[in-house]
C-alpha cells in the first residue's frame, strides 16, 4: 500500500525546490550588490574630492584668506606682551615697550570693625539710594537697613543689592582686611577710563558716610579711588608712538596685529622687538595636507580600478570610464607647466621641491627647497598656484566638474540607481514567479493527499466487511 508524505516533508522539498528556482534571482542579487558597492565607492571618492577641492580652493585666495598669505609674529621677550599676526599684516619688524596695563576702576570704604554698629549709628534705620554711573548709563541701587544691622549686615546687603542689579557696570564685594575688619569694594566690570565709575547718594548719605569716594584717592584705613583716571588705559609704545587703549587687548593699532599686554616693563628696559613674517611653516604643512589628499585620491583610484594579478579579478571600478578619465586628468593637471608667468619664475612643482613617482603621487622630496622659495620667494609661489592657469586654479575646476550637484559622479551613481532599479523590477517578478510555482505545487500535495486519505478510508471499510463476510 502507498505511505502518506507529511506536510514537514513536503515543506522540505518545496524549500530544496525555490533554492533551485532561485539561482537566477541569487545572480541578479549579487549584481545589485555589486553596483551597490560601485556606488558606495563613488560616494568615498567624492568626499576625497571634495577634500582635495576645499585645500586647492585655499591656494587659490589671492587676498588675507590665502594660506599662503597667513603671517607670524616672533617676541624677543613674551613675558611682557605676545602679538598674534593676521593676514593683513605687513611683513616687518616693531619695536614695542609696555608702559602700563589696563585696570578696573576701584573704589574702596573706610575699614569698619565686622561687629561694631557704627554705620547703624550714624546712618539709623531706614531705606538708603544711591546711582552708579558707568560708560555714561546711570543705574540706581536702594539698600534697606534695619535697626539691629550691624558693620557686617550693613556691607553685606549693599553687596547684594549690587550685585542683583543687572548690567550696570560694576560688581560689589568685602574684602576683610583683618580677622575682624572690612571693607567694601566696588570694582568695573570692564577695564580702561571709560569704565570709570561715578558714585552719587540719591536718598541719604550711605555712600559719602562709608567713604566711598570717586574724587578722593584711598589712604590708609580712609576710603575712595584705588586708581587715577590716567592709571586705567593701557599704554604701549610701538615705534616710539604711544598707544593709549582701554583693554590689554589690542587689535588693528597697527593694521592685522593684535598685541596682548600682560605687565608692563621697568623704566629703562630694552624695547620688546616683533617681527612680522610669512608664516612659513604654516604653509608648508599646509602644501603636505595638499599633496597627501591628492595622494589619497590616486591610492584610492589604483585599489579600486586594479586586476588582481594572481585570481585576475577586477576590482569594483576597474574599467570605469569616469574613473579613468579622472586619473589621467589629474596627473596631467599636475605634469602640466603652469602658462603666463613672468620668465624665470617657477612654472612645475619640482622647481619647489614637489616631485611625482611613476604612479603619480606626489612627495615632498625637498623640504630645504620648498621652505627656501616659501622664505624668499612666496610671490612666485603663490602665482603658481593661484594664477589664472596655476595648480590650484586648475584642481578647483576640475573638482568642481566632478563633486557638483550634477557633476560627473552623481550622473555615474544616477546611472547605477538605475540599474538597481532594473535588478529589483526583475528579481521582484522573478521571485513572485517562483512563489506562484511553489503555491501550485503545494495545491497539488494537497490535492494527492485528500485522495491518498479517501483512498485509504474506503480500503479500510472494504477491508472490514471482507473480514465479516
Do not use: C, W
Not at 575712595?224 to 587703549?245: C, F, K, N, P
Amino acid at each position: 500500500m502507498i505511505s502518506s508524505v507529511d506536510s514537514g516533508s513536503i515543506d522540505i522539498l518545496l524549500q530544496s525546490y525555490r533554492a533551485m528556482e532561485r539561482q537566477p534571482v541569487v545572480r541578479l542579487e549579487s549584481q545589485r550588490d555589486g553596483l551597490n558597492d560601485r556606488i558606495s565607492l563613488f560616494s568615498k571618492l567624492k568626499t576625497k574630492l571634495t577634500t582635495l577641492e576645499s585645500l586647492a580652493k585655499d591656494f587659490t585666495y589671492t587676498d588675507g584668506t590665502s594660506t599662503l598669505g597667513q603671517r607670524t609674529a616672533s617676541v624677543s621677550d613674551d613675558s611682557y606682551l605676545t602679538v598674534t599676526a593676521g593676514a593683513s599684516s605687513t611683513v616687518t619688524s616693531h619695536s614695542m615697550s609696555v608702559l602700563q596695563l589696563a585696570k578696573a576702576d576701584k573704589i574702596v570704604s573706610n575699614q569698619y570693625s565686622l561687629d561694631g554698629t557704627d554705620l547703624f549709628n550714624s546712618l539709623g534705620a531706614g531705606t538708603f539710594t544711591f546711582e552708579v554711573t558707568v560708560n555714561g548709563v546711570a543705574n540706581q541701587i536702594s539698600v534697606e537697613i534695619a535697626a539691629d544691622d550691624d558693620n557686617e549686615a550693613v556691607l553685606d546687603k549693599i553687596v547684594t543689592a549690587v550685585n542683583s542689579t543687572t548690567d550696570i557696570g560694576i560688581s560689589a564685594s568685602v574684602i576683610n582686611d583683618t580677622t575682624s575688619t572690612g571693607r567694601l569694594v566696588f570694582t568695573s566690570d570692564e577695564t580702561g577710563a571709560e569704565n570709570e565709575m561715578t558714585l552719587t547718594d540719591v536718598t541719604g548719605s550711605l555712600l559719602s558716610s562709608i567713604g566711598m569716594n570717586d574724587s578722593t584717592a584711598m589712604n590708609g584705613t580712609s576710603g575712595g579711588y584705588v586708581y587715577d583716571s590716567g592709571e586705567l588705559d593701557a599704554i604701549v609704545e610701538v615705534d616710539g608712538i604711544t598707544i593709549q587703549r582701554g583693554s590689554n587687548t589690542i587689535e588693528n593699532a597697527v593694521e592685522g596685529l593684535t598685541i596682548e599686554l600682560l605687565q608692563p616693563q621697568e623704566s629703562g628696559t630694552t624695547p620688546i622687538t616683533v617681527n612680522i613674517d610669512h608664516d612659513v611653516e604654516n604653509i608648508h604643512s599646509k602644501l603636505e595636507e595638499f599633496v597627501n589628499a591628492y595622494n589619497d585620491i590616486m591610492d584610492f583610484i589604483k585599489t579600486n580600478t586594479g586586476i588582481n594579478t594572481t585570481t585576475y579579478e577586477r576590482s569594483a571600478l576597474s574599467g570605469d570610464f569616469a574613473v579613468n578619465t579622472l586619473k589621467t586628468q589629474l596627473r596631467n593637471l599636475i605634469s602640466q607647466p603652469v602658462s603666463g608667468l613672468a620668465a624665470g619664475e617657477p612654472t612645475i612643482l619640482a622647481q619647489l621641491g614637489i616631485t611625482t613617482d611613476r604612479d603619480g603621487k606626489l612627495s615632498i622630496s625637498d623640504s630645504d627647497e620648498l621652505d627656501d622659495m616659501l622664505k624668499g620667494n612666496l610671490d612666485q609661489v603663490s602665482a603658481l598656484f593661484n594664477s589664472s592657469d596655476g595648480f590650484a586654479t586648475r584642481l578647483v575646476d576640475l573638482m568642481d566638474n566632478y563633486t557638483g550637484g550634477d557633476g560627473v559622479i552623481e550622473k555615474r551613481k544616477d546611472v547605477l540607481q538605475g540599474q538597481i532599479k532594473l535588478l529589483n523590477g526583475r528579481i521582484d517578478r522573478m521571485d513572485a514567479m517562483v512563489d506562484r510555482r511553489i503555491e501550485g505545487y503545494r495545491q497539488q500535495f494537497s490535492q494527492l493527499q485528500a485522495a491518498y486519505n479517501q483512498y485509504s478510508a474506503q480500503y479500510a471499510s472494504i477491508s472490514t466487511l471482507l473480514q465479516l463476510s
